[in-house]
């Protein structure tokens, strides 16, 4: 898989999730488990570690989702930045 569809296809996962602008607990595992599955060096590694730290409980709360939004949507952003250039 090339970066580009790599990059694709980690948009097309994340972006119903995020259109709630929410992401529940069942919703971080899929990402978190995508994420692991397809990092290459340490692409993700940031993204995983923040879901690592708030998946321990077993629940992602209001203030997790948020932020995991708002991560997510940088890590989005910075692909499109990077396909366009």
Request: glycine letters at 6%.
């Amino acid at each position: 898989m090339t970066q580009k569809e790599l990059h694709d296809e980690f948009w097309l996962l994340t972006k119903g999730m995020l259109q709630d602008s929410r992401l529940d607990t069942a919703e971080a595992n899929v990402v978190k488990r995508w994420l692991e599955e397809h990092q290459r060096g340490d692409e993700f590694a940031t993204v995983i570690e923040k879901l690592d730290g708030f998946l321990k409980d077993g629940f992602i709360d209001q203030f997790e989702s948020r932020q995991l939004v708002n991560s997510l949507g940088s890590v989005l952003r910075a692909l499109n930045d990077t396909s366009n250039a």
